[in-house]
């Protein structure tokens, strides 16, 4: 089966701190996703990345980067985090060809105080 | 990538069969139907895809209108167990570099015992 493993379930982090959340895939997959996740807007894509070291901007990148130096680990970081990023943050990897289903993890959901 | 309605909730009687529909007035040729489902606390699960073509798998039945402006997701048998947000995706099978996924707000099927 395949697995996507986010680093932490529950995250609290103080305003204005680096925010490191960590997604690892185990089924050598070309595409990786972030999404966060708030009650009435669905899903909201923040960064995909579909190769080592490339990125593109989802829907709401403003407040995020990204980083993928290793094929199965793909990093979101909140540079200064905000009390509007408490969110449910989730990762999700698929192959990079046609067709293919996205496998998701089971979520980070992360409060900023 | 088009943009879908659903339904905001749904109930259905346990046993019953659930149908879930999606309107897509503004697909275009080249782009497929997704459906997923999210269980509470859980991430994401992949459930069911099409082109044109009505679909069946172990877990539900896809039927596109000829026109393809629309879908319903049918679940045969529900189980409380199916109790969980339904998300009607579509985008085009093959993005050159990615294959990003565009979420909405979804159904929110309850299965009633």
């Known amino acids: 089966d395949v697995k996507v493993t986010q680093s932490s379930r529950y995250l609290v982090k103080r305003t204005g701190e680096k925010v490191f959340l960590e997604c690892v895939q185990d089924m050598d997959h070309e595409n990786m996703f972030w999404y966060r996740q708030d009650p009435g807007l669905g899903l909201r894509l923040i960064y995909f990345s579909y190769d080592v070291k490339m990125k593109e901007k989802g829907d709401i990148p403003e407040g995020y980067s990204v980083s993928r130096e290793k094929k199965e680990r793909f990093s979101l970081i909140l540079e200064s985090a905000s009390t509007n990023q408490t969110s449910m943050y989730l990762c999700?990897?698929?192959?990079?060809?046609?067709?293919?289903?996205?496998?998701f993890g089971q979520g980070t959901r992360l409060t900023v105080v | 990538d088009a943009k879908t309605t659903q339904p905001p909730s749904m109930d259905c009687a346990e046993g019953r069969a659930a149908n879930l529909p999606c309107n897509h007035s503004t697909i275009s040729g080249n782009e497929y139907v997704y459906w997923y489902r999210q269980i509470h606390s859980q991430g994401p699960q992949y459930i069911i895809h099409g082109l044109k073509n009505n679909e069946t798998n172990e877990m539900a039945s896809l039927i596109i209108t000829e026109d393809r402006k629309s879908s319903t997701l049918i679940l045969p048998h529900a189980t409380l167990r199916d109790t969980a947000v339904y998300y009607c995706i579509v985008r085009v099978a093959w993005v050159a570099g990615a294959n990003n996924l565009f979420f909405g707000t979804g159904t929110r099927l309850t299965v009633i015992p």
């Open positions: 999700a990897s698929s192959l990079g060809q046609r067709n293919t289903e996205a496998f």
